[in-house]
């Protein structure tokens, strides 16, 4: 798959912000679909487990806390919805109104996790095709799809613009959720990566 240079700068711009960073928490954004008009939460429960216990299910964004910053990872349509986007942000508990946020970090999936830096990331991009409104003029072009990022002990998280199709085991790419695990093995056999 050939890379232009705007996919070329936007990888070297996300790697930026990973490499060197010690993960200190990870938390979990999650719409809140189930609110009442005055935004309390009617059931503030997390709905991210899926029937693997070694991969989670988040309609919107993950926050990774670092020594120095807050790495947000989120989908988003900055090459073709839905991709990856990454940013800095000042995180605190109302960073926005419309997620709820669970810090995940005491979970076995992340304990091997915290307290180590990063040393390694990079996009799995997926080939997708787009055109004008009217149909024609057909180009393909490239999403990104999946983070994979390497901490110092080895571990892998991959974070995926996907979801599983319902009620199956199959993958669907460039979706409005993320799946995030750091189980390569699942993730293989999942398909989230090849």
């Avoid at 990973?18 to 189930?34: M, N, S």
């Amino acid at each position: 798959m050939t890379l232009t240079n705007k996919h070329i700068t936007y990888e070297n711009k996300c790697r930026e912000l990973f490499l060197e960073q010690t993960i200190r928490a990870v938390i979990y954004g999650e719409l809140k679909y189930l609110a009442e008009e005055e935004g309390s939460t009617v059931r503030p429960e997390p709905s991210y487990h899926t029937k693997y216990p070694d991969i989670d299910t988040l309609d919107y964004s993950v926050y990774l806390k670092t020594d120095t910053k807050t790495i947000y990872i989120f989908w988003d349509n900055t090459f073709i919805s839905y991709g990856l986007q990454s940013k800095l942000i000042d995180l605190k508990e109302t960073t926005n109104e419309y997620e709820q946020k669970w810090d995940v970090s005491s979970e076995p999936k992340w304990t091997d996790i915290i307290g180590q830096k990063i040393i390694d990331f990079k996009i799995i991009w997926e080939k997708t095709w787009t055109s004008n409104l009217d149909g024609s003029n057909k180009m393909y072009t490239s999403s990104p799809q999946t983070f994979v990022v390497r901490t110092e002990n080895g571990n892998t998280i991959l974070l995926s613009a996907s979801e599983f199709k319902r009620d199956t085991d199959e993958i669907l790419p460039l979706m409005d959720n993320l799946l995030v695990t750091t189980n390569l093995d699942l993730a293989k056999f999942l398909r989230i990566l090849d």
